[in-house]
């Protein structure tokens, strides 16, 4: 599906200073694929009754703004950006298997179809704007805990800057800096969102 003529590299430095508007053409874009994937991996049926694959990619996506938000990736390829987010969904999924056939949540036990019907189901598409909205908001609670340090290196992340160039600036190793600041974002991004 990729398409050369999206501009990934100014999409996600849109996304970065919080345009909602790009946040909202790149989920249109890859939508359709994130979400065949889900339903290709949501094989049981009595994970599907209580999982829905809107569910599972609006996480992916809420997951990949927030750490894009957060200056955690660099990506310029639309093919480079699709395989991240179906890897992202991927993970998601089993995940979700994981909770879902937990001992004490275990679907398999579930026996009424009408409780299934009754859970809500959590918006479409056609509301991307306002959880584009709610996206940034996430992103500025993460900042706000993030350490004078990681808030440095998320701020120049978002500048442009390199791992390397904010090694230098800030004499440290750019690789020991970057382990610590997706760390940070990982820690901080679960606390926010149970989907992270």
């Not at 009595?46 to 809107?54: G, H, L, N, P, T």
């Not at 990949?64 to 991240?84: C, K, N, S, T």
């Not at 350490?147 to 004499?171: K, M, N, P, Y």
Request: hydrophobic share 40%.
């Amino acid at each position: 599906m990729a398409d050369e003529s999206i501009d990934i590299a100014e999409l996600i430095r849109q996304i970065r200073q919080g345009q909602p508007a790009a946040a909202e053409q790149l989920f249109r874009f890859y939508e359709p694929e994130i979400r065949a994937e889900i339903r290709y991996r949501l094989r049981s049926s009595a994970v599907r009754r209580v999982v829905d694959s809107q569910d599972i990619c609006q996480s992916v996506m809420i997951s990949f703004f927030l750490r894009v938000g957060a200056g955690q990736y660099e990506i310029a390829e639309p093919q480079e950006l699709l395989q991240l987010l179906l890897k992202i969904a991927r993970n998601k999924t089993n995940d979700a298997y994981r909770a879902q056939l937990a001992d004490k949540r275990d679907v398999r036990r579930v026996q009424s179809l009408d409780a299934a019907k009754e859970v809500g189901q959590r918006p479409g598409p056609e509301n991307v704007p306002a959880e584009a909205a709610e996206m940034t908001d996430l992103l500025e609670e993460l900042e706000r805990q993030l350490s004078t340090q990681e808030f440095e290196i998320a701020t120049l992340r978002r500048q442009g800057f390199q791992w390397d160039e904010i090694g230098e600036q800030l004499g440290e190793s750019p690789e020991a800096l970057r382990k610590r600041f997706h760390r940070a974002i990982e820690r901080i991004g679960r606390n926010l969102t149970p989907w992270f």
